[in-house]
């Protein structure tokens, strides 16, 4: 059983950096897709940053050039470094992962068969 345990998250002003990380355990990902996603007040869940087992990115175009992907393979951790936030970045945070292939889906929230329990970001200007 996968289990994945988001942090990071917090309060900061429009501007501001958060670096958010997803530790996982129950098994290794070093092989699997994993992803960000988020979901605001009154919204759907989207997509926001993925990378596949090779280290391809992928990013929303809301976030693109602001926010960066990373995963550490040795300690099983994913991260989200998220610069030059934005109010309508406020959103609660999900890291998700899942096996191969990754190419083409990487930010369809369906995709995904486990979850973390998720992490508020709140970004006020």
């Known amino acids: 059983q996968v289990h994945l345990v988001e942090s990071g998250g917090g309060s900061v002003q429009s501007g501001g950096s958060l670096r958010l990380s997803c530790a996982a355990s129950?098994?290794?990902?070093?092989?699997?897709?994993l992803a960000w996603f988020r979901q605001g007040p009154g919204k759907e869940r989207e997509g926001v940053a993925g990378?596949?087992?090779?280290?391809?990115?992928k990013y929303a175009d809301s976030v693109n050039g602001r926010f960066t992907i990373s995963r550490d393979k040795v300690n099983n951790t994913l991260y989200l470094q998220m610069d030059s936030l934005k109010p309508e970045d406020t959103a609660m945070y999900y890291c998700?992962?899942?096996?191969?292939?990754?190419?083409?889906?990487?930010?369809?929230?369906?995709?995904?068969?486990?979850w973390g329990q998720g992490t508020q970001v709140t970004v006020s200007s």
């Open positions: 129950g098994y290794t990902y070093r092989t699997y897709c």
């Open positions: 990378i596949s087992s090779y280290g391809t990115t």
């Open positions: 998700a992962a899942r096996t191969p292939p990754c190419i083409g889906t990487l930010l369809q929230p369906d995709r995904y068969d486990d």
